[in-house]
T-cell receptor, first 117, second 109 residues
Framework: DAMVIQNPRYQVTQFGKPVTLSCSQT?????MYWYQQKSSQAPKLLFH???????NEADTPDNFQSRRPNTSFCFLDIRSPGLGDAAMYLC????????????????FGPGTRLTVT | GQNIDQPTEMTATEGAIVQINCTYQTSGFNGLFWYQQHAGEAPTFLSYNVLDGLEEKGRFSSFLSRSKGYSYLLLKELQMKDSASYLC??????????WGAGTKLIIKP
């Protein structure tokens, strides 16, 4: 089945210790997204890619970086995690507007829950 | 600014019907989504509306009025497994997806 996969599902890191979260997709979607979601809040968009065209949200801290080496894979790097970065990190994909059918739904991976100690 | 408003929490009884409302103010409109999110899991797609009216899909229906900036999600024959958060999200004219904070639905026996 075509899907979005995130690894690991749970990640514990120490304050200030760099961590990388990974996402892969078999949907062949051109657009990939990274969201941060804290309890009882809306998902907050950190970045998105149209193919390799990187788009950073204006309020995404410099502490967060991303890489997309190819269509299938995308990485989220947190350079110096703080206690406030503990959250669920969601990767999602979608078709690019103007391609395929009308519905531009986003397909989500299961998420990585990050704990900072 | 852009914002989406939906109630924080609702409670309903198993077997009953519940309507979750969503109002939005966005820079343009290219469609509205409803997603279901169980605690600790990722959102899953429920419905999409781009034209006014009602879209029915099994026990779930979603309604849109673009002139009023309003949508609702109707859940019938509620089951315990429907206990989850329901998120409303709108695609604006820049194809950005603007999310509501979600409505936590609690189903009681």
């Amino acid at each position: 089945d075509a899907m979005v996969i995130q690894n690991p599902r749970y990640q514990v890191t120490q304050f200030g210790k760099p961590v990388t979260l990974s996402c892969s997709q078999t949907l062949n979607h051109n657009v990939m997204y990274w969201y941060q979601q804290k309890s009882s809040q809306a998902p907050k968009l950190l970045f998105h890619y149209y193919d390799k065209d990187f788009n950073n949200e204006a309020d995404t801290p410099d502490n967060f970086q991303s890489r997309r080496p190819n269509t299938s894979f995308c990485f989220l790097d947190i350079r110096s995690p703080g206690l406030g970065d503990a959250a669920m990190y969601l990767c999602a994909t979608s078709r690019e507007p103007g391609t395929g059918g009308a519905v531009l739904e986003q397909y989500f991976g299961p998420g990585t829950r990050l704990t900072v100690t | 600014g852009q914002n989406i408003d939906q109630p924080t929490e609702m409670t309903a009884t198993e077997g009953a019907i519940v309507q979750i409302n969503c109002t939005y103010q966005t820079s343009g409109f290219n469609g509205l989504f409803w997603y279901q999110q169980h605690a600790g899991e990722a959102p899953t797609f429920l419905s999409y509306n781009v034209l006014d009216g009602l879209e029915e899909k099994g026990r779930f229906s979603s309604f849109l009025s673009r002139s009023k900036g309003y949508s609702y999600l109707l859940l019938k024959e509620l089951q315990m497994k429907d206990s989850a958060s329901y998120l409303c999200a709108v695609i604006n004219s820049n194809y950005q997806l603007i999310w509501g904070a979600g409505t936590k639905l609690i189903i009681k026996p």
